[in-house]
Nanobody, 122 residues
Framework: QVQLVESGGGLVQAGGSLRLSCAASGRSFSWDAMGWFRQAPGKEREFVAGINWAGGSTFYADSVKGRFTISRDSAKSTVYLQMNSLKVEDTAVYYC???????????????WGQGTQVTVSS
């Protein structure tokens, strides 16, 4: 059974940094894409960043380019989201997700984590 477990969320001041982790288990993810999404209150879930496990190609939403970095550790089956220069508008619940194939920016991923809260204060 595939499981995704996020960690690393918390409260940080604007301009600060956080690193989110997503530990994946239950199968080989060698041919998967991993995505980070976020959902703020009253808003739809939106794509933040993604990485193709094979090859390591990365993709970012325009709103986080240059501030967020997605990476993977194959040995640990873990994906990270390093978030720098955080803004109040980055406040949301952050989810990781996985799907067979390559990164897509819509939410049609097969498995999702439970989410981790990120709150950025001014």
């Amino acid at each position: 059974q595939v499981q995704l477990v996020e960690s690393g969320g918390g409260l940080v001041q604007a301009g600060g940094s956080l690193r989110l982790s997503c530990a994946a288990s239950g199968r080989s993810f060698s041919w998967d894409a991993m995505g980070w999404f976020r959902q703020a209150p009253g808003k739809e879930r939106e794509f933040v960043a993604g990485i193709n496990w094979a090859g390591g190609s990365t993709f970012y939403a325009d709103s986080v380019k240059g501030r967020f970095t997605i990476s993977r550790d194959s040995a640990k089956s873990t994906v990270y989201l390093q978030m720098n220069s955080l803004k109040v508008e980055d406040t949301a619940v952050y989810y990781c997700a996985t799907r067979r194939g390559t990164v897509v920016t819509h939410t049609r991923y097969d498995y999702w984590g439970q989410g981790t809260q990120v709150t950025v204060s001014s």
